[in-house]
């Protein structure tokens, strides 16, 4: 299986504390996480922001409920505001994988920098999974836009 890497970055006109929040706090996640079509129970999703700390939650379908997608992370790096990394799996819906995924927060005029990085990925989900990321910053957009 050909692996790779998924690199993408997005800018966000809100400051790095309240981009930090939308990853780490229960309530804020489960209104964004996912792409369009999926959402989240916040009676799934357990954060511990810190190393060794986990991030759990499990994704649905809206459409068809019984469609399930995990996350069931552990918290390897944790620089509040700035870095998060965990590694989830192996597991079905990692394909038995342990898959590392970074969230990096930088400054930026008039607002804040995502980075997020995810490896390793087989070659041939990295642009599903970008579509799904790239839904995912919309719906997080249209939260940021409730409250400013």
């Known amino acids: 299986m050909d692996m790779g890497q998924l690199v993408l970055e997005h800018e966000f006109s809100v400051p790095r504390p309240a981009l930090w929040a939308a990853f780490i706090e229960p309530e804020i996640l489960t209104e964004w ?20 700390g986990v991030q759990q939650f499990v994704m649905h ?10 996350v069931q992370a552990k918290f390897t790096e944790v620089r509040e505001h ?6 989830d799996g192996p597991h079905e819906m990692t394909l038995d994988l342990v898959i590392e995924m970074r969230v990096e927060l930088f400054d930026v005029p ?9 490896s390793p990925l087989p070659v041939e989900v990295i642009e599903t999974a970008r579509a799904g990321w790239e839904s995912s910053f919309n719906k997080l957009e249209r939260v940021f836009a409730e409250f400013i």
């Open 82 to 87: 700035e870095l998060l990394v965990g590694e």
């Open 33 to 52: 996480f996912g792409p369009e079509g999926w959402g989240v129970h916040l009676d799934t999703c357990i954060i511990d922001p810190r190393v060794g």
């Open 61 to 70: 379908s809206l459409e068809d409920p019984t469609q399930t997608s995990p």
């Open 110 to 118: 008039g607002g804040t920098r995502l980075k997020v990085t995810q």
